[in-house]
């Protein structure tokens, strides 16, 4: 059974630093695109930023550019999300995904981050 399971989420305050962990297990995913998601209440799902299976390319919403950067480790079937220069507005729950070369987005249970003024 498929799992992907985030770490790291929690309070901090603007212009403050997290780290979002994703773990999958269940099967290796070292040759897919990951990325994160996010969704704030009364707003529609987001995509922040993916990264295809070396490492070698990646992509981020214009809201984050510059503040965030994704990464992953195959060796520990993880993806990262660092994100510096929180701000309110990045309040939101995030979910890591994998994607399959198929088309099959595998989500995970999202992480909460809250970012206060």
């Known amino acids: 059974q498929v799992q992907l399971v985030e770490s790291g989420g929690g309070l901090v305050q603007a212009g403050g630093s997290l780290t979002l962990s994703c773990v999958a297990s269940?099967?290796?995913?070292?040759?897919?695109?990951k990325g994160w998601f996010r969704q704030a209440p009364g707003k529609e799902r987001e995509r922040v930023a993916t990264?295809?299976?070396?490492?070698?390319?990646?992509a981020y919403a214009d809201s984050v550019k510059g503040r965030f950067t994704i990464s992953r480790d195959n060796a520990k079937n993880t993806v990262y999300l660092q994100m510096n220069s929180l701000k309110p507005e990045d309040t939101a729950v995030y979910y890591c995904t994998v994607t399959t070369p198929q088309g099959y987005v595998y989500w995970g249970q999202g992480a909460q981050v809250t970012v206060s003024s």
């Open positions: 269940g099967r290796t995913f070292s040759s897919y695109t």
């Open positions: 990264i295809n299976w070396s490492g070698s390319t990646t």
